[in-house]
C-alpha cells in the first residue's frame, strides 16, 4: 500500500476506490492476504472511539466523568447519553440476558431463587460448588454479641471458657471472640461490635493497674481486637470507637463483668 498522507478527506474518503472510506480500504488489502476464517470485519473510526471510551470507562470503574474527559465532552449530559446509546444499552442487554438464564436454571435445578447466587453469578458469570457451601456456612454461622461469627459455640475451647461444661445446647457465654483463633469468624458486619470491644478494653485498661492489666490476657485482646480491625476502614472504626467511649463514660453502656459471665446494661 505504501506510505500515505491521511487528510480530512482521505480520512472519510476511499483512496483506492476498494471501500467507502480510508479505513474501509486498508481493511480490504488486509483481508487479501488473510485465509477466509481469518477474515477482519469492517468497522468506522467511531467504533474505534467506541471501544476507547469503554475502556474508560471499565478502568475507572465507571465513572462518567472520566469518559467526559477522554472524549472531550463539555457536559456530563452529554456523556451520559453517549454512554446510554452505546455501551451500557449493551451491557445491559448482556447482562439481562445473563440473568434470566441463571433465573431459571437455578429454579430448574436448585427448586428455589436465591438471590445472592443471583447476584454473583450476573457479576462474575458463575458460581462454584464450594462458593455455595461457604455461602451456607456463612448464614448458618452464630453471631456472638460483638458481632463475631462462631463455627463452634457448643464448644468453646478451654483458653477461652474453662469451666465451660458441653451438653450440646449451652453457648459460649464469655464471647472473648479475638482471643478465640478456633472458633472466631471475622465478618464483613463485625465491625461496631468490634468498636465496641475496643472501647470496652480500652475502658476495663484505663481502670485496672498496669500490673494487672499486663497479667491479664487483656492486653491480648486489644492487640488482636486492633489487628481484626486493620482489615476495615480506618475512619469508620475510630468513629465508632469514639462513640462508644463516650456511650461508656456517660454511663449509658455499662461494660460487661471480667469473666464475661453478665451481660452488659444495653447494647
Known amino acids: 500500500m505504501g506510505i500515505q498522507w491521511l487528510t480530512d478527506y482521505s480520512f472519510s474518503t476511499s ?51 472520566s469518559v467526559m474527559k477522554a472524549l472531550g465532552h463539555r457536559q456530563p449530559r452529554t456523556t451520559q ?40 453469578i450476573s457479576r462474575d458469570g458463575g458460581v462454584s460448588g464450594e462458593q455455595r457451601e461457604r455461602l451456607k456456612q456463612y448464614r448458618t454461622l452464630m453471631l456472638s454479641r460483638i458481632g463475631v461469627g462462631c463455627s463452634d459455640p457448643h464448644h468453646p475451647p478451654r483458653h477461652i471458657a474453662p469451666n465451660f461444661v458441653a451438653d450440646e445446647k449451652a453457648l459460649c457465654h464469655v464471647q472473648r ?43 491480648e485482646e486489644i492487640e488482636n481486637t486492633e489487628l481484626a480491625l486493620s482489615a476495615f476502614d480506618a475512619t469508620e472504626a475510630e468513629r465508632l470507637v469514639a462513640q462508644w467511649s463516650a456511650r461508656i463514660d456517660s454511663g449509658e453502656h455499662r461494660v460487661i463483668e471480667f469473666d464475661g459471665t453478665k451481660l452488659e446494661a444495653s447494647r
Not at 37 to 58: C, F, M, P, V, W
Request: overall charge positive; glycine content about 4%; hydrophobic content about 40%.
Open 177 to 219: 471472640c479475638t482471643l478465640c483463633y478456633e472458633n472466631a469468624v471475622i465478618l464483613p458486619e463485625s465491625l461496631p461490635g468490634l468498636c465496641k470491644r475496643l472501647a470496652e478494653l480500652r475502658h476495663v485498661r484505663a481502670n485496672m493497674s498496669i500490673g494487672a492489666f499486663l497479667m491479664s490476657s487483656f492486653a
Open 81 to 120: 447519553v453517549y454512554l446510554n446509546n452505546t455501551l451500557l444499552k449493551e451491557e445491559h442487554r448482556k447482562l439481562y440476558g445473563t440473568f434470566s438464564a441463571a433465573l431459571w436454571n437455578e429454579i430448574a435445578t436448585h427448586s428455589r431463587i436465591d438471590p445472592t447466587v443471583l447476584a454473583k
Open 15 to 65: 483512496v483506492e476506490k476498494l471501500a467507502s472510506s480510508y479505513l474501509g480500504d486498508v481493511i480490504v488489502n488486509l483481508n487479501r492476504h488473510q485465509p477466509k476464517d481469518r477474515q477482519l470485519a469492517h468497522i468506522k473510526a467511531s467504533d474505534l472511539r467506541d471501544a476507547y471510551a469503554a475502556r474508560i470507562y471499565h478502568a475507572s470503574g465507571g465513572s462518567i466523568l
